[in-house]
């Protein structure tokens, strides 16, 4: 999905597929807080709000992204 591509290319994203929770690849990026899934639309724009208004979120996203990679490759 767009999503989980978007997580691994270092960009935080936010899923709405309440489905995707099931889904082995997602549940790992959830559990490094590399995705988030919120099936409630209300939820999601003040999640998202959050998001933008956090001035270190894309470099300490990096940081979990990276950690992520590292884990796969090694």
């Known amino acids: 999905s767009m999503s989980t591509e ?3 290319l270092g960009t935080p994203s936010i899923n709405l597929a309440e489905i ?6 997602f549940q790992r990026l959830i559990e ?3 995705l ?4 409630n639309i209300k ?7 959050e998001m ?16 992520f990679l590292d884990q796969i490759i090694n």
């Open 20 to 25: 995707a929770l099931e889904v082995g690849v």
């Open 52 to 67: 933008l208004s956090d001035s270190f979120l894309k470099d300490n996203f990096n940081g979990k992204r990276k950690h």
């Open 36 to 39: 988030k899934i919120i099936p």
């Open 6 to 8: 978007a997580a691994i």
């Open 32 to 34: 490094l807080d590399l």
């Open 43 to 49: 939820t999601t724009i003040k999640n998202g709000e």
